[in-house]
């Protein structure tokens, strides 16, 4: 059985239990969330052909240093660089390098800057110039999939109820749902309890309550689930070689529902596609 603690009273280490984060925490949240979201429209005219992973990895790198944000994924568990960039059939994790971007691919780019302890975590993807239908329509199911996990995230519901809203709609658009990412807490600390799985069952997991803070980041295939990591240890590809996506918010449980952190403030939730 899972407990719940008051953010401001627990120590500032994954215990297992539950933060429930008071309205200061929330402003606090929603600045290191707009600045994550303000990178991420950035990159918008950034990611074209010819441009590297490593020139995108830059740029995140850059732009937290001008606003006195620090990428969380510099330094975290052996990680080195500022960014992940996930292109093709790399489901998350990608390494920035000095590879170019090709006219058809179609890459991931997920920034997670600290502000004042906060952590604004967030993905979406980038179309390299125009795209075969299949990727488009990959990345529309992918985004439409967070957006239906949203609706769901509320207090009375269940990170079930999160999962199965997920699972199925992407599985009714005959694509899969990856199993070995999940969402997880997020706030003062990177990764924090509860894992939010984005496929389950309505009801099961742990009950959303006013104050929880975690991530919803589905990543969808193509083809089958299976996922596995190359030997550089943070790679994750599909097992088919398959095209994957992802969309990821930090979003907050409220009274009524939930409040999405990591909006685009320019109104580019799906970068360089139409904005259905
Ligand atoms: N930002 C990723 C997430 O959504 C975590 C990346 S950890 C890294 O949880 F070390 F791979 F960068
Ligand atoms: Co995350
Ligand atoms: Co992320």
Avoid at 5 to 25: C, F, H, M, S, W
Avoid at 191 to 197: C, R, S, Y
Wanted: charged share 20%; glycine share 10%; net charge negative.
């Amino acid at each position: 059985m899972v407990s719940y603690i008051d953010a401001a009273e627990a120590p500032l280490k994954n215990t297992g239990q539950v933060r429930l984060y008071g309205p200061e925490d929330f402003e606090g949240m929603r600045r290191a969330g707009r600045l994550t979201a303000a990178c991420l429209d950035e990159l918008t005219d950034l990611v074209k052909p010819g441009v590297t992973t490593q020139e995108i990895n830059d740029f995140v790198y850059k732009f937290g240093m001008d606003n006195n944000a620090l990428p969380a994924t510099l330094n975290y568990r052996g990680y080195t660089k500022s960014t992940c960039t996930s292109v093709n059939h790399v489901v998350c994790h990608g390494i920035p390098n000095n590879k170019a971007l090709r006219e058809g691919d179609i890459v991931n780019i997920d920034v997670t800057y600290i502000v004042d302890g906060w952590h604004g975590d967030s993905s979406r993807m980038y179309p390299v110039g125009p795209l075969k239908r299949a990727a488009e329509r990959l990345i529309d199911v992918t985004y439409e999939s967070l957006m239906r996990g949203i609706e769901a995230a509320r207090p009375g519901n269940t990170t079930g109820d999160i999962g199965a809203a997920i699972q199925t709609f992407v599985e009714a658009q005959r694509c899969s749902v990856v199993r070995d990412f999940c969402g997880h807490g997020v706030g003062l600390l990177f990764h924090d309890t509860p894992n939010i799985l984005h496929y389950g069952r309505p009801g099961e997991g742990v009950e959303l309550k006013p104050g929880m803070i975690f991530t919803i980041e589905p990543m969808v295939n193509l083809g089958r689930p299976h996922v596995k990591v190359l030997s550089d240890g943070w790679t994750a590809v599909t097992r088919d070689r398959s095209l994957s996506a992802q969309f990821e918010h930090s979003v907050g449980i409220t009274a009524e529902g939930c409040e999405i952190f990591t909006l685009s403030p320019k109104g580019l939730h799906k970068p360089g596609l139409p904005n259905d």
